[in-house]
Protein backbone atom coordinates (compact mmCIF):
# COMPACT_ATOMS: atom_id res chain seq x y z
CA UNK A 1 0.00 0.00 0.00
CA UNK A 2 2.52 2.58 1.04
CA UNK A 3 5.93 2.24 2.35
CA UNK A 4 8.94 4.54 2.86
CA UNK A 5 12.31 3.63 3.10
CA UNK A 6 14.67 6.49 3.86
CA UNK A 7 18.53 6.44 3.31
CA UNK A 8 21.28 8.62 3.59
CA UNK A 9 22.25 9.03 7.11
CA UNK A 10 25.87 8.60 8.94
CA UNK A 11 28.60 9.65 11.04
CA UNK A 12 29.33 13.61 10.66
CA UNK A 13 31.55 16.51 12.18
CA UNK A 14 29.71 19.08 14.08
CA UNK A 15 29.72 22.20 11.05
CA UNK A 16 28.72 19.05 8.52
CA UNK A 17 26.23 18.52 5.95
CA UNK A 18 23.91 15.02 5.05
CA UNK A 19 21.38 14.77 3.02
CA UNK A 20 18.44 12.28 3.57
CA UNK A 21 15.92 10.17 1.20
CA UNK A 22 13.17 9.09 1.27
CA UNK A 23 11.39 7.14 -1.53
CA UNK A 24 7.68 5.85 -1.49
CA UNK A 25 6.14 3.38 -3.23
CA UNK A 26 3.01 1.38 -3.38
CA UNK A 27 -0.10 1.17 -5.00
CA UNK A 28 -1.92 3.46 -2.53
CA UNK A 29 0.76 6.24 -2.58
CA UNK A 30 0.61 6.22 -6.24
CA UNK A 31 -3.16 7.38 -5.80
CA UNK A 32 -2.40 10.01 -3.48
CA UNK A 33 1.03 11.39 -4.64
CA UNK A 34 0.48 14.27 -5.84
CA UNK A 35 -1.98 15.48 -2.95
CA UNK A 36 0.52 14.48 0.01
CA UNK A 37 2.17 16.19 2.62
CA UNK A 38 5.62 14.96 3.30
CA UNK A 39 7.36 14.89 6.83
CA UNK A 40 10.68 14.43 8.21
CA UNK A 41 10.86 13.69 11.96
CA UNK A 42 13.31 12.69 14.08
CA UNK A 43 13.58 11.06 17.67
CA UNK A 44 16.90 11.22 20.17
CA UNK A 45 17.51 9.25 23.05
CA UNK A 46 15.24 9.47 25.44
CA UNK A 47 13.32 12.49 24.05
CA UNK A 48 10.17 12.24 22.06
CA UNK A 49 9.56 12.36 18.02
CA UNK A 50 9.70 15.70 16.57
CA UNK A 51 8.57 16.88 13.47
CA UNK A 52 11.39 18.26 11.85
CA UNK A 53 9.93 19.78 8.58
CA UNK A 54 7.03 19.33 5.88
CA UNK A 55 6.28 20.22 2.57
CA UNK A 56 3.03 19.76 0.38
CA UNK A 57 2.49 18.56 -2.53
CA UNK A 58 3.21 21.44 -4.41
CA UNK A 59 6.36 22.82 -2.63
CA UNK A 60 5.43 24.64 0.48
CA UNK A 61 7.70 24.16 3.35
CA UNK A 62 7.88 24.44 6.68
CA UNK A 63 10.34 23.94 9.84
CA UNK A 64 10.81 23.75 13.45
CA UNK A 65 12.47 26.25 15.32
CA UNK A 66 15.27 24.33 16.43
CA UNK A 67 16.41 23.66 12.20
CA UNK A 68 15.62 26.51 10.54
CA UNK A 69 17.86 28.10 8.36
CA UNK A 70 19.81 25.21 8.28
CA UNK A 71 17.74 22.10 7.15
CA UNK A 72 16.16 22.13 3.67
CA UNK A 73 13.25 19.94 2.76
CA UNK A 74 12.09 19.21 -0.90
CA UNK A 75 10.72 16.40 -3.14
CA UNK A 76 10.56 15.41 -6.41
CA UNK A 77 7.43 13.98 -7.28
CA UNK A 78 8.04 12.73 -10.32
CA UNK A 79 10.59 10.01 -8.72
CA UNK A 80 8.49 9.76 -5.15
CA UNK A 81 11.26 10.82 -3.50
CA UNK A 82 11.38 13.57 -0.47
CA UNK A 83 14.78 14.63 0.71
CA UNK A 84 16.15 16.63 3.68
CA UNK A 85 19.39 18.62 2.96
CA UNK A 86 21.28 19.21 6.74
CA UNK A 87 23.56 21.81 6.97
CA UNK A 88 25.79 23.08 9.73
CA UNK A 89 24.62 20.45 11.92
CA UNK A 90 24.93 20.06 15.67
CA UNK A 91 25.54 17.41 18.24
CA UNK A 92 21.61 17.92 19.38
CA UNK A 93 20.64 17.02 15.50
CA UNK A 94 21.67 13.43 17.07
CA UNK A 95 18.66 11.48 16.27
CA UNK A 96 16.77 9.04 14.05
CA UNK A 97 15.47 9.83 11.40
CA UNK A 98 12.26 9.12 10.13
CA UNK A 99 10.34 10.01 6.69
CA UNK A 100 6.13 10.34 7.27
CA UNK A 101 3.16 10.40 5.56
CA UNK A 102 -0.55 10.24 5.76
CA UNK A 103 -3.19 9.60 3.66
CA UNK A 104 -6.90 8.19 3.90
CA UNK A 105 -6.39 9.33 8.17
CA UNK A 106 -3.65 6.87 8.65
CA UNK A 107 -0.34 7.71 9.13
CA UNK A 108 2.87 5.30 7.55
CA UNK A 109 6.43 5.59 8.91
CA UNK A 110 9.77 4.78 7.04
CA UNK A 111 12.26 2.29 9.41
CA UNK A 112 14.30 5.59 9.95
CA UNK A 113 17.84 6.48 9.28
CA UNK A 114 20.63 7.25 12.27
CA UNK A 115 22.29 10.36 12.00
CA UNK A 116 25.01 10.55 14.50
CA UNK A 117 26.98 14.28 14.44
CA UNK A 118 30.00 13.66 16.52
CA UNK A 119 33.34 14.61 16.02
Known amino acids: QVQLVESGGGLVQPGGSLRLSCAAS????????????MNWFRQAPGKQRELVAS???????SYSNSVKGRFTISRDNAKNTAYLEMNSLKAEDTAVYYC?????????WGQGTQVTVSS
Open 26 to 37: GSLFSIYAMNVV
Open 100 to 108: NTEILRRSY
Open 55 to 61: IASGGTA
